[in-house]
């Protein structure tokens, strides 16, 4: 049959198209046409007399099958098209596992359960088998149950592990074993499958009853999987089970694009897949119609440091454009400050629009500083995948503390807080508070400040949880008149106990909440900072630090209807997007490769892959940019440039310095000395002697590898390796602002900063003297700043060092 499609193919993209005798495995490069590949093999099967419902074609989201059964409608019509069996693992096998429910004993009405149904369950098992919910967090339980799932070890085989075992003493969770089996059995009476299941069930059905593989073999004559890097150990044993008997299958994706280890991904099944199908043929997709030559030539040099991968070479055929861009700024302030100036400057000069940018960071924690910076710069952003920081449930939850300290009048603070962390307080006390205060006309923290005198209607008991927590919030009243904010809020995130609360969970999703609480603590730390040093020292309290934020989260939907925007996300989140304009931002050791994959090669290189997904994300400019120090875990760290930087060819990637700002051909081949160890005028001492002076320690850190626990040929659990978790253990007794930086010895003597002298300030970068003014402790400067703008700065609170 005449297939006229074919021709708007090129020649690598046409082969693994009209290839459909056997087992085939197409390895696209990043921008180099996989969807397409997809559709046109779809629509070429159907063409050459395949009927559309003997093809199954799986996706790991719905937007990516709705989009490709769109294509294919328009190549041969959606009559066609819409009787092809296309959609995710889950929703194609939930399906099949309805109609032949009986066989694995369920019901064909079964229940899927989410996220939440699944974990609202084991907060019951947990709590009937009265067991430490702090230690049993659902979460993690789920996460640990999940993994072993989808490396099909049943409540049985987990039972009889040994090294199972083991890892759960170790992780003081001696438990699972008995939470898992009791799970298994709830869902199974409440005739319920969780997403997991829909999984390990299809797989059960298929491989225990030879008659109905034989019939979804015979049915599903041609197999198609999308993004087969992503796959996991289950889904893989799914794939081999439904093609067993005629081996049609045809796998497409990228083992470079291999970054979802974390979620139970298996890189080795893409590694792997000619040696589990017979006389496999393969076809590289090369050619990049995404990015100019240089960007793809940058994401190639990088990407041949990982030796687990199978060789490619992509090419581009499209301008030849710029080299990527590393700038170095002082501070994860003026690093947003570069990108802000930079995305100005290039919308100026390439007459773009803002929807043209991305802003590529690690972790979601990251964003903080680009969102302060973008708000003050009044470029309109939005974060794509996730929340904006000050919109984070526990970022929320600290800031309404903060509120309720500023204001106890605050009614919607008080609900969020009463009972958070739990206290005992449930929803009918809070309820009849509110009816009292309804009913007096008073405020909730008038009722509970003199509850007789308002006749709150409440026991004994709960009165008394009521009256502890009005004095550990009055207690913080007090002392927010005479301390700052990173001194009280730092204290009030310990003592209230949302520390425990989320410094316990070691889930993903438990990990990422620590990294905002953290980030939040460098917040407070910056703001106080900057207050002082601007001579702005009467300005530090938790109330001055909510009006600065309420700014920002007053704003956080003006652009909900405004589609020109820059798009803020994680890498994980851009995969499968792309931007003219790309800023890959933290490219310091511990951000970028992440502090948890140290010490496992194999984390590592999926971390160096993740950066080549975020490299070939850009069409035009890539920009990378790191500091010299940032705000992490409450403290100012000073950090290395990443190991990744240096594996980019060098002859691909120009450098400014931090220093004076000047473009160099190449970066320095020494992460560990490119930004040397300068110490500035009252500087403090760096993260690792705070850490070993007890009266200044804030943070104290255990590093959870982020491994795969289920990974040895899907029967023996690998016990978690770790080293300690930042966890916030005891406020500072005294803010360390005011120790060394201002002692009269750390003060600036007269004379030592003059008119016209060239400064090196800690977190504003270069900048040059426009006036000095005052004497003593009074004497300021105006200093003009490279990318910060002009500053007016305290001199004895001042970090700087004069270089020029």
């Given at each position: 049959?005449?297939?006229?499609?074919?021709?708007?193919?090129?020649?690598?993209?046409?082969?693994?198209?009209?290839?459909?005798?056997?087992?085939?495995?197409?390895?696209?490069?990043?921008?180099?046409?996989?969807?397409?590949?997809?559709?046109?093999?779809?629509?070429?099967?159907?063409?050459?007399?395949?009927?559309?419902?003997?093809?199954?074609?799986?996706?790991?989201?719905?937007?990516?099958?709705?989009?490709?059964?769109?294509?294919?409608?328009?190549?041969?019509?959606?009559?066609?098209?819409?009787?092809?069996?296309?959609?995710?693992?889950?929703?194609?096998?939930?399906?099949?596992?309805?109609?032949?429910?009986?066989?694995?004993?369920?019901?064909?009405?079964?229940?899927?359960?989410?996220?939440?149904?699944?974990?609202?369950?084991?907060?019951?098992?947990?709590?009937?088998?009265?067991?430490?919910?702090?230690?049993?967090?659902?979460?993690?339980?789920?996460?640990?149950i999940s993994m072993a799932k989808n490396h099909l070890i049943l409540p049985h085989q987990y039972a009889a592990d040994r090294s199972a075992l083991q890892r759960d003493h170790a992780m003081h969770m001696p438990a699972m074993s008995n939470i898992y089996t009791a799970y298994c059995e709830r869902c199974r009476k409440a005739n319920a499958m969780d997403f997991d299941d829909l999984l390990t069930y299809t797989f059960m059905l298929l491989k225990e009853n030879r008659d109905i593989r034989d019939k979804y073999s015979e049915r599903f004559h041609y197999v198609l999987v999308d993004e087969y890097q992503d796959t996991n150990s289950v889904q893989?044993?799914?794939?081999?089970?439904?093609?067993?008997?005629?081996?049609?299958?045809?796998?497409?994706?990228?083992?470079?694009?291999?970054?979802?280890?974390?979620?139970?991904?298996?890189?080795?099944?893409?590694?792997?897949?000619?040696?589990?199908?017979?006389?496999?043929?393969?076809?590289?997709?090369?050619?990049?119609?995404?990015?100019?030559?240089?960007?793809?030539?940058?994401?190639?040099?990088?990407?041949?440091?990982?030796?687990?991968?199978?060789?490619?070479?992509?090419?581009?055929?499209?301008?030849?454009?710029?080299?990527?861009?590393?700038?170095?700024?002082?501070?994860?302030?003026?690093?947003?400050?570069?990108?802000?100036?930079?995305?100005?400057?290039?919308?100026?000069?390439?007459?773009?629009?803002?929807?043209?940018?991305?802003?590529?960071?690690?972790?979601?924690?990251?964003?903080?500083?680009?969102?302060?910076?973008?708000?003050?710069?009044?470029?309109?952003?939005?974060?794509?995948?996730?929340?904006?920081?000050?919109?984070?449930?526990?970022?929320?939850?600290?800031?309404?503390?903060?509120?309720?300290?500023?204001?106890?009048?605050?009614?919607?603070?008080?609900?969020?807080?009463?009972?958070?962390?739990?206290?005992?307080?449930?929803?009918?006390?809070?309820?009849?508070?509110?009816?009292?205060?309804?009913?007096?006309?008073?405020?909730?923290?008038?009722?509970?400040?003199?509850?007789?005198?308002?006749?709150?209607?409440?026991?004994?008991?709960?009165?008394?949880?009521?009256?502890?927590?009005?004095?550990?919030?009055?207690?913080?009243?007090?002392?927010?008149?005479?301390?700052?904010?990173?001194?009280?809020?730092?204290?009030?995130?310990?003592?209230?106990?949302?520390?425990?609360?989320?410094?316990?969970?070691?889930?993903?999703?438990?990990?990422?909440?620590?990294?905002?609480?953290?980030?939040?603590?460098?917040?407070?730390?910056?703001?106080?900072?900057?207050?002082?040093?601007?001579?702005?020292?009467?300005?530090?309290?938790?109330?001055?630090?909510?009006?600065?934020?309420?700014?920002?989260?007053?704003?956080?939907?003006?652009?909900?209807?405004?589609?020109?925007?820059?798009?803020?996300?994680?890498?994980?989140?851009?995969?499968?997007?792309?931007?003219?304009?790309?800023?890959?931002?933290?490219?310091?050791?511990?951000?970028?490769?992440?502090?948890?994959?140290?010490?496992?090669?194999?984390?590592?290189?999926?971390?160096?892959?993740?950066?080549?997904?975020?490299?070939?994300?850009?069409?035009?400019?890539?920009?990378?940019?790191?500091?010299?120090?940032?705000?992490?875990?409450?403290?100012?760290?000073?950090?290395?440039?990443?190991?990744?930087?240096?594996?980019?060819?060098?002859?691909?990637?120009?450098?400014?310095?931090?220093?004076?700002?000047?473009?160099?051909?190449?970066?320095?081949?020494?992460?560990?000395?490119?930004?040397?160890?300068?110490r500035y005028q009252n500087s403090r001492p760096v993260a690792s002697q705070f850490r070993s002076d007890p009266q200044r320690r804030i943070v104290q850190h255990r590093e959870e590898k982020s491994v795969d626990p289920f990974s040895d040929s899907f029967k023996r659990i690998l016990s978690t390796r770790s080293a300690g978790l930042r966890r916030i253990t005891e406020p500072s007794p005294t803010p360390s602002h005011t120790t060394s930086a201002t002692s009269p010895k750390a003060m600036t003597a007269p004379g030592v900063i003059n008119e016209g002298n060239i400064i090196e300030h800690e977190r504003f970068g270069i900048g040059s003297v426009?006036?000095?003014?005052?004497?003593?402790?009074?004497?300021?400067?105006?200093?003009?700043?490279?990318?910060?703008?002009?500053?007016?700065?305290?001199?004895?609170?001042?970090?700087?060092?004069?270089?020029?």
């Open positions: 049959m005449n297939c006229n499609f074919l021709e708007e193919l090129n020649d690598s993209q046409r082969m693994a198209v009209e290839y459909c005798d056997g087992p085939s495995l197409v390895i696209a490069g990043a921008g180099s046409g996989k969807t397409r590949v997809l559709t046109y093999k779809i629509a070429y099967l159907i063409e050459n007399g395949m009927k559309p419902w003997d093809i199954l074609a799986l996706t790991f989201t719905n937007k990516a099958a709705n989009e490709m059964k769109s294509r294919i409608g328009g190549l041969i019509g959606e009559e066609q098209a819409r009787y092809i069996h296309m959609g995710t693992f889950h929703s194609i096998f939930s399906r099949i596992l309805r109609v032949e429910a009986e066989h694995i004993g369920y019901q064909s009405n079964f229940t899927i359960y989410d996220e939440n149904d699944s974990r609202s369950l084991l907060k019951s098992i947990i709590k009937e088998m009265q067991l430490n919910d702090k230690v049993y967090k659902p979460a993690t339980v789920h996460h640990y893989q044993q799914i794939v081999l089970l439904l093609t067993s008997g005629h081996q049609h299958v045809c796998a497409v994706g990228d083992d470079a694009q291999s970054i979802y280890g974390f979620r139970g991904a298996n890189i080795d099944n893409i590694l792997d897949f000619r040696q589990m199908f017979d006389d496999v043929r393969m076809f590289k997709l090369e050619q990049n119609y995404r990015s100019t030559q240089r960007i793809v030539e940058a994401a190639n040099s990088l990407i041949k440091h990982n030796e687990r991968q199978i060789p490619k070479d992509v090419f581009s055929k499209n301008a030849e454009g710029e080299k990527l861009i590393l700038k170095q700024a002082y501070s994860d302030r003026e690093e947003a400050l570069i990108v802000c100036n930079d995305i100005q400057r290039i919308r100026s000069t390439d007459r773009c629009e803002y929807s043209d940018f991305a802003i590529l960071y690690r972790t979601n924690s990251q964003s903080r500083s680009f969102e302060e910076s973008m708000r003050k710069a009044g470029i309109p952003y939005k974060i794509y995948g996730g929340l904006s920081f000050y919109q984070r449930k526990e970022i929320k939850d600290i800031i309404a503390y903060f509120r309720l300290v500023a204001n106890p009048s605050d009614e919607e603070a008080f609900k969020r807080i009463i009972n958070y962390p739990k206290r005992g307080i449930g929803d009918t006390t809070v309820g009849r508070i509110i009816s009292t205060a309804t009913e007096k006309g008073a405020s909730l923290w008038d009722v509970i400040s003199a509850p007789q005198l308002y006749n709150l209607d409440v026991s004994k008991g709960t009165l008394t949880k009521i009256e502890k927590f009005r004095t550990l919030i009055n207690g913080y009243i007090e002392r927010s008149l005479t301390e700052d904010a990173y001194s009280l809020g730092t204290d009030i995130i310990k003592s209230s106990g949302i520390a425990n609360e989320i410094f316990s969970d070691n889930s993903p999703e438990g990990m990422s909440r620590q990294e905002n609480v953290n980030e939040l603590v460098g917040g407070l730390e910056e703001f106080v900072e900057s207050r002082r040093e601007e001579d702005r020292g009467n300005e530090t309290s938790i109330s001055d630090f909510l009006q600065e934020v309420s700014l920002l989260t007053d704003l956080d939907s003006d652009n909900s209807d405004n589609r020109n925007y820059v798009s803020l996300m994680t890498v994980h989140s851009a995969k499968g997007l792309e931007f003219p304009n790309v800023f890959i931002v933290g490219m310091e050791e511990n951000i970028f490769p992440n502090q948890m994959c140290m010490g496992s090669k194999r984390e590592m290189e999926e971390e160096r892959r993740l950066l080549y997904v975020a490299i070939t994300r850009a069409e035009k400019h890539c920009i990378l940019t790191c500091a010299k120090n940032r705000f992490r875990y409450g403290k100012l760290e000073f950090g290395t440039p990443s190991r990744f930087i240096n594996d980019i060819d060098p002859s691909l990637i120009v450098t400014e310095r931090a220093d004076d700002g000047s473009f160099e051909g190449n970066y320095s081949r020494n992460a560990n000395t490119a930004f040397g160890s300068s426009i006036r000095v003014e005052g004497t003593g402790e009074n004497t300021k400067a105006t200093v003009q700043f490279k990318n910060a703008g002009t500053k007016q700065l305290l001199l004895k609170f001042a970090r700087f060092k004069v270089i020029g």
